[in-house]
């Protein structure tokens, strides 16, 4: 039913329109040709009361997808009332005026269509996709729970989808071994104030002190249609489109302006070193952590460009030591992952058994400090230009995908096509930008996150470094048993 | 702490905001959102066009052809898979596939990732997506992958050490070990469907073992290709007979005779401990008919009232009624024909619920074999969505490409969508029960439990079911 930000952020990776990445692919780098990325056709304008609508019409199958992104996430909560978004997310599947409880899904699947929600630190999205001949349908229930939801909000159904929440909590994060280590690293690199130190499924205590009205009071801030913003992409009509949108969302009042929290940019100023212990783990894993910038630096593209040099495939820097020569792991992956005010650069080890994750974690250090003495080749720099590319394509199939770009490109950008200058923007990346960054912000000021089985302390890297032990007391009980009967 | 007072003064604002707010929005609203829209019949949907044809070697290519964006996707079925592994070389299917990226006779590993970084697109084994214009490039990588490959022993080494690795990491994993678990039950286990790949059996093999098994089965006859995206016939056609044209015969066809699965018997819970687990990780199920049966529309729609979809029965019970789960589904595992399927559903439950969950579980197992009748608004919703559902189907190049292939992996007629429609139309309730009260049998189910035996097996033990506590691999432990 809901994804909450890193899954989604994965998916959004796997679809490859996060990719980034240039226009241009070097067939053998013998010539250079441009691949023709389309352009989606769009009508873009905005209701009286400040909705915006982003419509992009294509008759190539008998299909339309909707989303509607609110501009609001974990980011927006309060030390205390964590986790609220997402709740909230649970909730508009719960019914609205004239939607009975349960109703949404099951209107939905008996029209053909697939729907979901997702919730992130900066946004939360609903989206549908529909025979088109159902466009209508999927307008007018994203209208009615925008216009009426708090009809049916109350105490019983927040109370079941607590309980709900409660249990994706613990599917996704409790019943995984060290699922616990986005957490515990975004609390290590962002001071306690910042709204990007706690997780987006939030805290399960504040989720059980949140109350009616808390709940009530978040949807009137944020969920107006002056922070609203719909895509719809597919086998439309504009104009019939358009009459759609003014007949079902028009009347929905403008909400109050909404106050954006202001994230500062965060460094750290030295290493943190954690460790992470789990009973159910059978082998170790390595995460190293650095803090970067949002989705509004420029130096975002060249961060990309470095993940790929280090891990894209079997060439690329790191995977190549770590994976092929030295075989140490059985896999690596390097990535940056941004946010709309901050992000964060990680490398992500799964050891081989035995493999030392002090010999890894120098393994690491050492490539990064050849990648920032430079110099990186043009032709590494371009391997990655070429996916970027091509997967931007292939990543336009789902009007889904399209109607996601749109809206993504418009709340955090301005621009719903930004999926093209980013594209251009990837592609003027050089090697020598690629090396600025790695020096920039690879540096001293990290999140060193040791992961080992219950008890094997020994296993933790450079273990006689200070270390702060940040096992949940859920995971040190699953120590217990072990300690008894060994 | 500012932004603690930051969003308090946002939200006294905001609250003032919408007091006026909702006011206006009273007085301005006349719309009757009660009144659901109207909304024009569908265009009728007509499936993709698929275009057989055959390579000068017998190798079936299916073609479709769809201009919707610059793009082809290329799939290949094989019919190299554990079945065709000797039962002590478990995972040497997997092993033999991965390793064909490993170099070939003309390219090292290190040349083939160029040439894929020179693309733009990963080629594996089994097929790739790509732009247009990469397409003869990408076949002929492609040909190079599964006809030459050399195998190197350095390579070997390495990935059956990080095949080791994974096989430990993946006993982590609760979906795994539930997973294996109920195969080796419910079919026994030394059944072909029950074996996984363990240290022991990935350690034994050698690169004599991949030749052969290379040999053996990468060869035409056991080959079929999926064309689909901005390409004709003819010329997707032209591009695979210069590359897997020159495939040569030899080698063996693969079979499909399986043994027979266990027989069933009375329902019982196998219970794996897993401590410290806050869920328990609930599959319950049993063999079910060839994906060829006569039954299969009824199953499929019965299944879709039952537990395929968020608005079926057994999520509307587990998670929205009980809130015992985050979610909870039912399916069918079809496989080629003439191979038996498994009807399973699955639910990660929290772990003092579990017991309580089984019960509704099995209730709900009764109910769809008749003593809650599926209603007519379920049998609507159920085809419904079965058939209105189609043009999502068949949205994209890459989705086309895998429906194409299913039904080639499955030995299913390539026509088999242009009857769909109306054969799911035709059901009726009274259908849907006979299958499921043919087969669904809350009697003889298998039910496996992975969770933290302390929380849980008391609650089990009181269920009056049998309950065998079990070890990873499914055999019976004391206690």
């Not at chain 1, 159910?280 to 390595?286: D, I, T």
């Not at chain 2, 609760?174 to 029950?194: M, T």
Request: hydrophobic share 40%.
């Amino acid at each position: 039913m809901t994804r909450t930000a890193r899954s989604a952020r994965r998916a959004l990776l796997a679809a490859c329109l996060l990719y980034g990445g240039a226009a241009q692919a070097q067939p053998g780098g013998r010539s250079s040709s441009t691949v023709d990325i389309p352009t989606l056709p769009l009508v873009r304008y905005t209701l009286p009361n400040g909705m915006t609508a982003l419509l992009s019409e294509d008759h190539s199958a008998p299909v339309v997808a909707l989303t509607v992104w609110y501009h609001v996430g974990s980011k927006n909560e309060k030390p205390g009332r964590t986790g609220f978004a997402h709740l909230f997310e649970h909730m508009m599947f719960e019914g609205s005026e004239n939607v009975a409880t349960g109703e949404h899904r099951r209107l939905i699947q008996s029209l053909g269509g697939t729907f979901n929600g997702s919730t992130t630190e900066d946004r939360t999205n609903y989206y549908e996709t529909l025979p088109s001949n159902q466009l209508e349908m999927g307008i007018w229930l994203e209208a009615d729970r925008m216009a009426t939801l708090l009809t049916r909000v109350n105490q019983e159904r927040l109370d079941a989808e607590r309980e709900i929440v409660k249990n994706e909590r613990r599917l996704r994060v409790d019943n995984q071994p060290f699922g616990v280590a986005s957490e515990v690293t975004s609390a290590a690199m962002f001071p306690a104030s910042n709204p990007y130190s706690w997780p987006v499924i939030g805290s399960m205590t504040d989720l059980s002190a949140a109350s009616l009205d808390d709940v009530k009071d978040f949807f009137r801030t944020y969920y107006s249609p002056n922070n609203a913003t719909i895509a719809i992409s597919g086998d439309i009509d504009i104009a019939r489109t358009k009459a759609m949108l003014d007949r079902w969302f028009g009347p929905i009042p403008r909400g109050p302006a909404i106050e954006r929290p202001r994230v500062p940019a965060t460094t750290l100023a030295a290493e943190k070193r954690l460790v992470l212990e789990d009973s159910r783990a059978r082998l170790p894993q390595l995460q190293i952590s650095w803090p970067t910038v949002g989705v509004h630096s420029p130096d975002r593209f060249a961060l990309d460009a470095l993940s790929s040099v280090l891990t894209l495939d079997r060439t690329s820097r790191l995977r190549k030591v770590l994976v092929y020569d030295r075989q140490l792991a059985t896999n690596v992956f390097a990535f940056d992952n941004v946010n709309e005010d901050a992000g964060y650069f990680q490398v992500f080890v799964t050891p081989r058994p035995n493999a030392s994750l002090t010999e890894i974690e120098n393994v690491i250090d050492s490539v990064i400090a050849a990648v920032k003495a430079g110099p990186l080749t043009p032709a590494e720099v371009q391997r990655v230009k070429n996916y970027a590319a091509v997967s931007t394509v292939t990543g336009l199939q789902f009007r889904i995908a399209r109607a996601e770009q749109l809206a993504s490109g418009l709340v955090f950008d301005g621009d719903p096509l930004s999926y093209r200058t980013d594209l251009t923007r990837a592609q003027a990346v050089t090697p020598a930008e690629v090396q600025r960054v790695a020096r920039q912000y690879l540096g001293a000021g990290r999140v060193v996150l040791s992961m080992v089985p219950a008890g094997k302390l020994d296993q933790v890297s450079r273990p006689n470094l200070p270390y702060t032990n940040v096992t949940p007391p859920a995971a040190a009980a699953a120590a217990t048993p072990a300690r008894g009967t060994n | 702490m500012t932004t603690l007072t930051r969003a308090r003064r946002t939200l006294v604002a905001a609250a003032a905001l919408v007091g006026a707010a909702m006011a206006a929005g009273a007085h301005a609203q006349t719309l009757d959102r009660s009144r659901r829209p109207t909304v024009p019949a569908a265009a009728p949907f007509r499936m993709p066009a698929v275009e057989m044809r055959r390579l000068s070697n017998g190798i079936p290519v299916a073609v479709v052809q769809n201009h919707q964006l610059p793009i082809v996707a290329v799939r290949a079925v094989i019919d190299a898979g554990a079945l065709q592994e000797p039962p002590e070389k478990a995972g040497l299917a997997p092993l033999t596939i991965a390793m064909l990226t490993e170099g070939t006779t003309t390219r090292t590993a290190d040349q083939l990732a160029e040439a894929f970084a020179d693309l733009g697109n990963p080629v594996t084994a089994a097929g790739f997506t790509t732009i247009t214009r990469n397409f003869d490039r990408s076949v002929e990588l492609m040909g190079d992958l599964l006809m030459h490959p050399s195998f190197p022993e350095a390579a070997l080494a390495r990935n059956k050490a990080n095949t080791a690795a994974q096989l430990r990491r993946l006993r982590e994993q609760p979906s795994f070990l539930a997973d294996h678990v109920f195969n080796a039950v419910l079919f026994g286990p030394a059944h072909p469907y029950a074996r996984v790949a363990t240290e022991q059996t990935v350690g034994g093999i050698t690169r004599a073992d991949l030749v052969a098994f290379h040999s053996d089965w990468l060869r035409p006859q056991n080959v079929k290709l999926v064309v689909v995206g901005d390409v004709t016939p003819d010329a997707a056609v032209r591009g695979l007979e210069r590359v897997f044209g020159a495939w040569p015969a030899g080698g063996k066809t693969a079979s499909f005779d399986v043994p027979a699965a266990r027989p069933a018997a009375p329902t019982t819970i196998y219970l794996l401990d897993r401590p410290n687990s806050p869920q328990s990780t609930v599959l319950v199920g049993q063999v079910g008919p060839s994906r060829d049966t006569p039954d299969y529309y009824a199953l499929e729609t019965m299944n879709t009232v039952f537990g395929g979809l968020s608005g079926s029965r057994l999520n509307s019970n587990l998670r929205e009624r009980h809130a015992f789960t985050y979610g909870a589904n039912a399916g069918l595992q079809w496989r080629r024909v003439p191979q038996v399927s498994t009807l399973r559903g699955q639910s990660d439950i929290v772990a003092a619920k579990t017991d309580s969950a089984i019960v509704e579980w099995l209730g709900e197992l009764r109910g769809i074999r008749g003593e809650r009748a599926v209603t007519p608004a379920e049998l609507a919703f159920a085809k419904d969505n079965r058939t209105a559902s189609l043009p999502l189907r068949f949205e994209t190049v890459t989705q086309v490409a895998q429906e194409v292939a299913n039904l080639l992996q499955s030995a299913v007629p390539i026509d088999f969508w242009d009857s769909y429609a109306q054969r799911i139309g035709g059901l009726s309730g009274p259908d849907l029960a006979a299958v499921a009260t043919k087969y669904l049998d809350p009697q003889q189910s298998v039910i496996v439990v992975v969770g933290d035996r302390r929380v849980i097996e008391p609650g089990l033990r009181a269920l009056n079911l049998p309950v065998q506590v079990v070890d990873e691999n499914g055999a019976p432990v004391a206690g």
